[in-house]
């Protein structure tokens, strides 16, 4: 590494969303872990934080479209240049391509300069050739033939083939080109209000106080939209009084659909940190049981301090496998079994979750899945409810992981849930869907991540 010593203390943005980059495209980081890092050793503003995100996620996102482009303007691959360059290159393009309000002279200067620190001076003339050279002839810029081919879709959306293959196999074209566009936005931030201790009137006007701007969301009575925020979330006033829990709409309807009632017993199979039993219990007036379970010790612990956060007392963490589970253990009123997936639908949240994912992962998941959900039926008492749940929207993980259930479950059906959700906007095929007891919400229609949800009722004991 070339002139360490002269770097400035992570005060400039594009130098710590370059060193993300880096990571992750060089060391196999993920994303999200190592940009958290950055951002918690910066001295930066507001602004410029939301700059290292940007530029760090967007080229993260883009690397596949970023490398077929750089590759017409090289004389050589991409992938032989020094590393530093490389990603360098790739967040300059970035911004000449995807950052509007980014002047060209800044991209190319800014990319120089990093070279220069991070490279070494001996590649400036080739990354400022590059760069120039782009910045004038981008309309001369062609991507894959034709232009409704596989190869066409990955490259322009920075998709692995093998997806764009899979998603064009189960929707048509219009959808899965939606869900494509949808997958490179930025993904927005939604609050739900804790109705436990606030309405979603006087949450917005307390964000307001704390300088965050927000709109009431028109998909869900709980959610409003953030807008605009001066400060960091985790530190406003609203946030430290536990008035709100991050969680995207779509996420949130799981809860609706599952209806707790103030009372009840519910177990929570794959809690997570907690998003969905802490709202169960918000629904339920903190009054019942909330058994939440996960395998990973760390997820139980915030799943614990987001309850004391938010005010609830009757969820109860449990680090275990819930494949070890019995009904000797717990018969509850109510089963959620948010299922661990291959995340097709929430793609835009991790900028690097496209190129971890394999067509095998897909196959190991629906064998654990169909595990699972064997576990959680045996844990809905008879008159219960069971609500499956996934952050996919590949059917062979739900509604090929259901049908093989209800085949060999014939104490349970499949429940209309419309009702539950009528507040939601949706179209007249997926409110069909929805009363015949599975849903799949695709990414970007409604402008929510995407989700499936099935509902099923235990009409006898065995």
Not at 103 to 116: E, K, W
Not at 160 to 166: D, F, N
Not at 276 to 285: D, G, H, L, W
Not at 382 to 406: H, K, M, W
């Amino acid at each position: 590494m070339h002139n360490q010593k002269s770097e400035p203390p992570l005060a400039d943005p594009r130098l710590a969303a370059l060193q993300v980059i880096y990571q992750v495209a060089e060391k196999g980081a993920y994303a999200n872990l190592i940009l958290d890092r950055a951002l918690q050793k910066t001295v930066l503003s507001t602004q410029d934080r939301h700059l290292v995100t940007e530029l760090a996620n967007g080229t993260i996102r883009m690397f596949k479209h970023l490398d077929w482009v750089l590759n017409l303007f090289l004389n050589r691959s991409i992938s032989d240049l020094n590393p530093w360059l490389r990603n360098i290159l790739r967040m300059s393009v970035y911004q000449l391509l995807f950052m509007d309000g980014v002047p060209d002279y800044a991209a190319i200067n800014s990319g120089v300069n990093l070279t220069r620190i991070k490279a070494g001076p001996g590649l400036t003339g080739l990354a400022n050739g590059v760069l120039r050279n782009l910045s004038r002839h981008r309309d001369a810029i062609r991507y894959p033939e034709p232009s409704d081919s596989i190869a066409y879709y990955a490259v322009y959306y920075s998709q692995p083939e093998w997806l764009v293959e899979k998603l064009l196999a189960n929707y048509d074209v219009q959808p899965v080109l939606e869900m494509l566009r949808y997958f490179n936005q930025r993904p927005g931030v939604v609050l739900r209000t804790n109705t436990f201790k606030t309405d979603r009137i006087q949450l917005m006007a307390r964000l307001a106080e704390d300088g965050i701007t927000v709109q009431p969301s028109p998909r869900s009575p709980w959610a409003v939209v953030v807008e605009k925020m001066e400060t960091n979330l985790a530190q406003s006033g609203a946030y430290q009084q536990g008035l709100f829990y991050v969680q995207n709409e779509s996420s949130m309807l799981t809860v609706p659909i599952l209806a707790p009632r103030p009372g009840e017993s519910i177990l929570d199979l794959c809690c997570g940190v907690g998003g969905k039993s802490t709202f169960i219990a918000e629904v339920m007036q903190d009054c019942g049981q909330v058994r939440a379970y996960d395998i990973h010790k760390n997820k139980v612990g915030l799943l614990k301090s987001n309850c004391a956060r938010l005010g609830l007392s009757i969820v109860t963490g449990h680090q275990q496998d819930i494949l070890a589970l019995t009904p000797a253990d717990h018969m509850a009123d109510g089963v959620l079994l948010d299922a661990p997936c291959s995340g097709l639908g929430v793609l835009s949240r991790r900028s690097d979750s496209r190129w971890h994912k394999n067509p095998q992962d897909l196959e190991q998941l629906q064998a654990l899945q169909a595990q699972m959900l064997e576990i959680a039926g045996h844990l809905v008492r008879p008159g219960g409810r069971l609500v499956y749940s996934t952050c996919t929207i590949n059917p062979a993980e739900n509604q090929g992981v259901v049908q093989d259930f209800l085949q060999r479950h014939p104490e349970f059906i499949l429940e209309n849930f419309g009702a539950d959700i009528g507040f939601f906007p949706l179209s007249s095929q997926d409110r069909h869907d929805a009363s015949q007891g599975m849903l799949t919400i695709l990414p970007g229609h409604y402008g929510t991540d995407g989700m499936f949800y099935a509902k099923l009722r235990r009409i006898k004991s065995t």
